[in-house]
């Protein structure tokens, strides 16, 4: 039996997580669950998990979720600083961090530091702090077995490989809603139509990353820092029928690809049971629906987050910190229709120049980054 604890339970990978541990009785074990500010949700998954601690981070909600769980063992905790203590609760074997966003950074610093291996869903931590947060796994001696499916794909490849027999990696894309489009298009593309994924369901924020290439730009910064590559070491390609999830070519040549049908309960399932496999009964690949598998270019031109975010890694030092905090800005506004598809890259972009740059950021440098990006990014998008 596996103690599991839920940051994020509420969302895409939180509740997807929760049905594939459902779906196996006698594995794993809720620990902690943690919401932001959907109580009824988090009230209805304590109650059918029964973890010793639920989170409600907005403190607003506190009062609802402990009255709903007032006839229960469990404990109820409201904000920011709670959810640190979901991510250290002892006894647990495992932290799912499946929060949305640079807010993940602090739990996932504290589940780390108590000894917790991390199911890392929350790419945006690694982007922020990545130097920091993997000298801190290997300080505390802590496994980081990512989630997100491209992720899986290359730790699952380099399984039972020697070190350094990497010669790259291919980070696969479907493209999006709006692959093969132009400038022209994309200028007038709305929310509905970036929050159509043709192959993915996923929550509102990675969804549009995906749509602006931008998640895939976070994606090569997380690759870094999960498998120690250089930038170069790390390419991208677009393959809409998202089957194959990624591939590594190691130095002799060889290549190695993990496929499989695009369903998040996959890598979710593997990053729980790590370093087991558990049989399960999810859809299986069949070759004769696919007769055709496809590979493109990923357009950086048109899609240039993808570009900035290549840039950043290249610049290092808190440079991602930047892109992604005044990436959550700008999606936010898109999403509140403030601005246009493409002026999310330009806010950016300005961000990366405005910002200062500190080649080598601790902790505080970090958080003071992302709040001086945020304000700088807020004030163009209400412009
Ligand atoms: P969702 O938006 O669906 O869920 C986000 C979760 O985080 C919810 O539980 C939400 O609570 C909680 N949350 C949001 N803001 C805060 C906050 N300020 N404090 C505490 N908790 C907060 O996101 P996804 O599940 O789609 O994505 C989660 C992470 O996983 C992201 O980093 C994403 O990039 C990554 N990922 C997601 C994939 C997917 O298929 N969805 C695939 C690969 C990676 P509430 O519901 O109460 O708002």
Redesign the pocket.
């Given at each position: 039996m596996k103690n599991i604890s839920i940051?994020?339970?509420?969302?895409?990978?939180?509740t997807q997580a929760l049905k594939v541990i459902a779906g196996n009785p006698g594995l794993y074990k809720v620990c902690a669950l943690?919401?932001?500010?959907?109580a009824d949700?988090?009230i209805e998954q304590a109650l059918a998990f029964k973890p010793m601690l639920v989170v409600i981070?907005d403190e607003d909600k506190y009062q609802t979720v402990k009255a709903a769980l007032s006839g229960t063992d469990i404990k109820v905790l409201a904000g920011?600083a709670a959810?640190c203590e979901a991510a250290g609760l002892d006894g647990v074997d495992l932290v799912l961090t499946?929060?949305?966003?640079s807010?993940?950074l602090g739990p996932t610093i504290a589940a780390i530091k108590a000894g917790k291996d991390i199911a890392l869903?929350?790419?945006?931590t690694l982007v922020v702090a990545g130097d920091l947060i993997t000298s801190l796994a290997k300080a505390h001696g802590v496994k980081i077995i990512p989630?997100?499916?491209e992720h899986s794909a290359i730790f699952q490849c380099l399984v039972g490989e020697p070190a350094n027999s990497v010669e790259k990696i291919y980070l696969t894309a479907s493209g999006g809603p709006f692959r093969g489009k132009d400038l022209s298009f994309l200028r007038g593309v709305t929310k509905t139509e970036a929050l159509k994924h043709p192959n993915?369901v996923?929550?509102?924020?990675?969804t549009i990353?995906s749509a602006s290439l931008m998640?895939k730009g976070l994606e090569v910064i997380e690759a870094k820092w999960l498998f120690d590559l250089e930038a170069d070491q790390i390419d991208v390609i677009v393959h809409p029928q998202s089957i194959i999830h990624s591939l590594v070519q190691f130095n002799d040549g060889s290549m190695k690809a993990q496929m499989g049908l695009p369903d998040?309960n996959l890598p979710i399932h593997y990053a729980l049971a790590y370093p087991d496999r558990i049989t399960n009964d999810f859809k299986r690949f069949n070759f004769v629906d696919y007769p055709e598998l496809n590979f493109y270019k990923a357009d950086r031109k048109t899609f240039r987050n993808l570009e900035l975010a290549y840039t950043a890694l290249r610049q290092g030092g808190n440079m991602p910190c930047i892109i992604n905090a005044a990436n959550e800005v700008v999606v936010e506004a898109f999403l509140q229709d403030k601005i246009g598809f493409l002026q999310m890259s330009d806010v950016i972009e300005a961000c990366m120049e405005e910002i200062g740059f500190v080649e080598k950021p601790s902790l505080n440098n970090y958080l003071e980054t992302d709040l001086h990006t945020r304000i700088f990014a807020s004030q163009l998008v209400t412009k």
């Open positions: 940051l994020g339970a509420t969302g895409s990978i939180g943690s919401a932001n500010g959907n949700l988090l981070a920011e959810l499946a929060i949305v966003g807010v993940g869903a929350n790419k945006e989630v997100d499916s993915w996923m929550g509102a924020k990675i990353d998640n998040m």
